[in-house]
């Protein structure tokens, strides 16, 4: 009996994927008739079942200022290609602290946006500033 897959299943087997790497993952996506390839480029923050039939390997990017993640099962149909873009040395196996890392930088940023002054004009100075504007205009 032959098994007959989309996938070469030899070339992802040999594939070394870690925690700490940089990957772009081609996905195809189907939209009526056509499918298309779609990147999606992150950090690959847990690798889990090694090389077996349900390994999967969860990779996190920032979109928009929002993190979004997605868990990959490796040997799926729907990854095109799988390209390892940087090599991080990193000293953990699975790297879920980042998401608290970087909601700690956003509430950091969101704190230093609070502490600003506020420089908006007042609605008289803005009343006060319009006929000043249109007399320098003729």
């Not at 195809?28 to 990147?39: F, S, V």
């Not at 390209?83 to 909601?103: C, G, P, Q």
């Amino acid at each position: 009996m032959e098994i007959q897959s989309p996938v070469k299943i030899a070339d992802r087997k040999n594939f070394d994927i870690r925690s700490g790497d940089t990957v772009r993952v081609w996905q195809k996506i189907q939209e009526k008739d056509k499918i298309r390839l779609q990147a999606f480029e992150g950090l690959v923050i847990a690798v889990k079942h090694g090389k077996e039939a349900g390994a999967t390997f969860t990779v996190r990017r920032v979109a928009s200022g929002v993190g979004v993640e997605k868990i990959f099962p490796l040997y799926s149909p729907m990854i095109d290609s799988i390209e390892t873009v940087k090599r991080s040395k990193v000293r953990r196996a699975k790297l879920y602290h980042v998401r608290d890392k970087a909601a700690k930088e956003i509430r950091r940023q969101m704190r230093n946006i609070r502490a600003l002054p506020d420089n908006t004009p007042s609605e008289e100075e803005v009343v006060e500033e319009a006929p000043a504007e249109e007399a320098k205009a003729e």
